[in-house]
């Protein structure tokens, strides 16, 4: 009963920062310091760095090639991961899909103006521009344009997956009664993956007679993935999965953490009013703003650190699992074939980490020497998780999540629909398949005049 990522942390004030905890047959243990994720992190990052593989995620083979879910120690995940270092989310690469980023949150901004002194469901909004966001930096599409049946399909059967995974599987408690698929997940994990691959490769083979049509090219990322499927160095259905994991992986987590600061800022007030007049005296009079205005903004930057700090989307982070034995964390063995959870929530609101580690403070960010960033090396902040299994998206969202909120924040004054005080804004937590707000986010965008 309860918030997931709360009760492991209340069992580890009792049984202590390393714990086993038997859900079903399968054994977990469960990671909540900063102490211990150190340990675990920097003595056992090798050998902690396969995935826990949920057993819907096994249709269609889907586990087997996803960079998700394959070992660290594969060939694969290294190729697959060298191709997104070095030809997705490169400087380059990111740079050269940046007025496609800036024109999509143009896109936001106009859809927010178009609603001004109305009541705005505010995750839904940021879901709807962010879905628009990367699809467009992927292949040039807008997936939430109405007029297209593919757009609509594609992504109702994403929006579907992401809500399976928050679906209990007995199958993982009870590996054993995999074979028989008893919920029915599996079957229909395998229809939905069908359907989304089949629209992936319509995406596909559209753009591939487009070039052999000599037409211009797009220069988003799949240009790049073409690229290299036609030397070789990738094979179609990798392509598929990259496009696929864009948007399960990405557009949700982006869109909850916008969500999350929003809220935090309009329950404080004088926190919203710091960062507005920080705006103010960087941006002075400027229209709109650009990409690179967010990294002259370090009070937005620490801001949206705190948020994430507090309420990472990620609370559990992505299931570790321990393929030998040998791997010892705080004087406990770690059994081999075990899945190990870090309980980045609890380690991010360490008490031995952080002073008054369950309050709003932005300002716990500033001024730091060296300054904490988003690649978990310190790892009390750690919302991206840490080591060899770092998300790969990191530097997409870094860059797109403080544009958006500057954006917003320059554009709008943000209100609370009528009657609701900064006191009443609920900032508790209810974690689905990520860490959300147990009560979506409602607010009025205003004109600056």
């Known amino acids: 009963g309860g918030t997931f990522h709360h009760k492991l942390r209340d069992l580890a004030r009792v049984h202590g920062p390393v714990m086993t905890l038997k859900l079903g047959l399968a054994t977990n243990v469960i990671i909540s310091s900063r102490e211990a994720a150190i340990e675990a992190y920097t003595k056992y990052d090798r050998h902690l760095a396969a995935r826990a593989t949920p057993d819907t995620f096994r249709a269609c083979g889907f586990a087997d090639r996803s960079m998700v879910f394959i070992p660290s120690s594969d060939p694969q995940w290294k190729a697959l991961r060298g191709i997104q270092g070095s030809h997705v989310f490169t400087p380059r690469g990111l740079a050269a899909v940046r007025p496609i980023r800036e024109r999509k949150v143009g896109d936001l901004i106009a859809y927010l103006r178009a609603h001004a002194g109305k009541e705005v469901l505010l995750g839904q909004a940021m879901y709807t521009g962010l879905l628009n966001l990367v699809s467009f930096s992927y292949f040039s599409i807008d997936i939430v344009d109405m007029g297209s049946q593919m757009a609509r399909d594609l992504r109702e059967e994403v929006d579907a997956i992401i809500s399976d995974v928050a679906e209990a599987k007995i199958t993982d408690f009870y590996p054993f009664l995999r074979p028989l698929d008893l919920q029915g997940l599996r079957r229909w994990t395998t229809k939905r993956f069908n359907r989304v691959f089949s629209i992936m490769g319509d995406i596909i083979d559209r753009r591939l007679a487009h070039i052999r049509d000599g037409k211009p090219r797009h220069d988003d990322f799949l240009d790049s993935l073409l690229e290299l499927m036609a030397t070789g160095k990738m094979e179609r259905v990798n392509v598929v999965n990259m496009l696929f994991e864009a948007f399960v992986a990405g557009v949700d987590t982006m869109a909850l953490t916008l969500e999350w600061v929003m809220a935090e800022l309009l329950h404080n007030p004088a926190i919203m009013a710091r960062v507005r007049a920080e705006l103010s005296d960087v941006l002075g009079g400027k229209e709109a703003v650009e990409e690179a205005d967010a990294a002259r903004l370090p009070y937005l930057q620490a801001v949206l650190k705190e948020a994430m700090r507090l309420h990472p989307v990620g609370a559990l982070l992505l299931p570790h699992f321990a393929m030998e034995d040998g791997v010892e964390v705080g004087g406990y063995a770690v059994p081999k074939g075990s899945t190990v959870l870090f309980n980045a929530w609890a380690i991010m609101r360490d008490p031995a980490a952080w002073e ?58 943000w209100k609370l629909p009528g009657g609701m005080t900064a006191e009443d804004v609920d900032v508790s937590e209810k974690f689905k398949s990520a860490n959300v707000l147990a009560v979506p986010l409602k607010a009025v965008p205003v004109l600056i005049k």
């Not at 860059?399 to 320059?410: Q, Y």
């Open 356 to 413: 008054r580690p369950d309050e709003f403070v932005p300002e716990r960010f500033l001024g730091r020497s060296p300054p904490l960033d988003f690649r978990g090396k310190d790892v009390e902040f750690m919302p991206f998780g840490s080591g060899r299994r770092l998300c790969p998206g990191l530097p997409l969202a870094e860059r797109v999540v403080p544009f958006i909120l500057a954006s917003m924040l320059h554009t709008f004054e």
